[in-house]
């Protein structure tokens, strides 16, 4: 049985204190107002893959070919989540092609080799060969990180736990975010375990059925992590891969985030929020219809 949200929901991090105690001096003189980032400053919207065949009409124009996708989609987003290195590890020259076609201040998230996380590999020359892979982004500036996805079958076990940890350690100075599926993960004792380990929590919107997510808010790292699946329940189990997130949110459901989305972006250092209803490009309708949205509360 799920357990109540309500119940495993904790805390996020806590604003800075603020320091000083003395009386102001009179008539202080006037100090320049630091910047302070607005929501969309801190906000970072993208879908989860880009290099969709089925995107050309509904989201990339006719005619456009694969190489046109990155800096056709590098014009609406300013984030990808890079899926291809889940299927295999590709060599540093694709990357380096990834950077020559977007612009500076693009930023990539990497998502873990299935190996890593499907097939419980700790192989030294798999983790070495990745990371190798990372070095074009992080050279040029738009690596922001790792995505860990482990699958539904991947429960809260004690070898699973300390595959977790080694998955950590053997990726010890990389950013890295991990998504679980079952709910077995969903326990009091996850966030503080995270936080030993210093993984961050990615958070899920993805149909409310037994043995999945809820999507409960944690903050575990500085930066904030969500992922938009669709609630499709009816295919989730017995669909494809195509099938499972073939969903369209509605604007109601993506404004019922927003004022989740504005708590986490108000304590963490950044909040990700990537689309993976890839199908027939409605992950890229919906980041958009987002982007509109935080932008519309943002100068409400």
Known sequence: MTPDPDDLVLPLFPPDPRSGDGAPLA????????????????????????????????????????SGFLPHYARQFDS????????????PAMMEQMVERTPPGFHFVVKLNKAMTHENSTDLELYRQFQGVLEPLKAAGKYDGLLAQFPWSFKRTPDHERHVAAVRELLVDEPLHVEFRHDSWLTPELAPWLRQYQL????????????LLPPVSLLTTEDAYVRFHGRNAKDWWQGDRGTRYNYDYSEQELKDWLVKIQELAQQARRTYLFFNNCHAGQAAKNARLMQELLRQQAIG
């Open 80 to 91: 990808v989540e890079v899926n291809t290195t889940y299927y295999a590890i590709p060599k």
């Open 200 to 211: 961050g929590y990615c958070i899920v919107d993805e149909p409310q059925l037994e043995g």
């Open 27 to 66: 008539n202080p003189a006037p100090q320049a107002q630091p910047h302070r980032p607005s929501l969309l400053d801190k906000v970072r919207i993208g879908t989860s893959g880009y290099s969709f065949p089925d995107w050309v009409g509904p989201f990339y124009p006719p005619g456009t070919r694969s």
